[in-house]
Nanobody
């Protein structure tokens, strides 16, 4: 079994910063893959991803403001969010997997609210 525990969300003013963390526990072989978010009334969307060798990709809306990273020794995935905007508000979810979507695991979600 795998458990993913997210933290770091909260309420911040526009222009502020937050750092999300997602810690994996359990014995199943799994690796960090991406951060998604879901705004009220909208579908879940990909925010940032990281490959096994460390290549990163970002949604256009967050390029230059967000940074995804990981610490394999701590089994932790991070999302540094700077210069936050009101449109970044939503529930953020981390995703871990192992080679196929059938092994996808999701965090419980952490609320990010940006006030303008």
């Amino acid at each position: 079994q795998v458990q993913l525990v997210e933290s770091g969300g909260g309420l911040v003013q526009a222009g502020g910063s937050l750092r999300l963390s997602c810690v994996a526990s359990g014995t199943v072989k799994i690796e960090p893959v991406a951060w998604y978010r879901q705004a009220p009334g909208k579908e879940r969307e990909l925010v940032a991803s990281i490959s096994r060798r460390g290549d990163t990709n970002y949604a256009d809306a967050v390029k230059g403001r967000f940074a995804i990273s990981r610490d394999n020794s701590k089994r932790t995935l991070y999302l540094q969010m700077d210069n936050l905007k009101a449109e970044d508000t939503g529930v953020y979810y981390c995703k871990w997997s192992w080679g196929s979507a059938i092994y996808d695991h999701w965090g419980q979600g952490t609320q990010v609210t940006v006030s303008s």
